[in-house]
């Protein structure tokens, strides 16, 4: 399968757990972006990587997560001290250079529920 | 700041009946449009998009859309539904920057076929 690959599929955490999603992208894209996505809404951005190098962040990316992308493959999301609020489907979305850029492939999700 | 409505939250169909999933976009500059499907607990899927040139595109699963700029409007059409067509859609307005193509999504619109 080279499509985007995300795991785990389903998380269940007691709030106040820290927890950490990964994302491993289509292998020739350099674009990277998470995506959050609550029930019955559409993906909201969080953040993107360009390579190794974090870009743009949205305002809903609270301190309590963090992304990396090391070496510019695979990435992580963590949030920590999770809140009941952070229930959500988390979607990991690459794409390559160029023109291609524009055209970003999701992966099927984590969905993350907080108990 | 860019926005997607869909004013359409639910929409019902007969199977063989034709189907027109409305979009309307707010968007500074020249946009790329795309829209995408979900089924129950899955990631998403690309149905079509549109970058530039000919306004009606062509894209999987016997989906067209046209892109009409007056209107701001990218409404996604198929002429006969059939019932695997059930799921939920979403339209997104996105362009190339320096967050690469960071997507705004529409809140969806939930399709469903009677037999």
């Known amino acids: 399968d080279t499509g985007v690959s995300q795991n785990p599929r389903h998380k269940i955490t007691k709030r106040g757990q820290n927890v950490t999603f990964r994302c491993d992208p289509i292998?020739?894209?350099?674009?990277l972006y998470w995506y959050r996505q609550t029930l019955g809404q559409g993906p909201e951005f969080l953040t993107y990587f360009q390579n190794e190098a974090q870009l743009e962040k949205s305002r809903l990316l609270s301190d309590r997560f963090s992304a990396e992308r090391p070496k510019g493959s695979f990435s992580t999301l963590e949030i920590q001290r999770t809140e009941q609020g952070d229930s959500a489907m988390y979607l990991c979305?690459?794409?390559?250079?160029?023109?291609?850029?524009?055209?970003?492939?999701f992966g099927q999700g984590t969905r993350l529920t907080v108990v | 700041a860019q926005s997607v409505t869909q004013p359409d939250i639910h929409i019902t169909v007969s199977e063989g009946a034709s189907l027109e999933l409305r979009c309307n976009y707010s968007?500074?500059?020249?946009?790329?449009l795309f829209w995408y499907v979900q089924s129950p607990g899955q990631g998403l899927q690309l149905l079509l998009k549109?970058?530039?040139?000919?306004?009606l595109v062509q894209g999987i699963k016997g989906f067209e859309a046209e892109f009409k700029r007056s209107q701001s409007s990218f409404n996604l059409r198929k002429p006969s539904v059939h019932w695997s067509d059930a799921a939920e859609y979403f339209c997104a307005v996105g362009g190339l920057r320096r967050a690469g193509n960071m997507l705004t999504f529409g809140g969806g619109t939930r399709l469903m076929v009677k037999p």
């Open positions: 979305a690459s794409s390559s250079r160029g023109r291609g850029s524009a055209e970003a492939f």
């Open positions: 549109y970058f530039s040139g000919d306004t």
């Open positions: 292998s020739e894209h350099n674009r």
């Open positions: 968007y500074g500059a020249t946009p790329y």
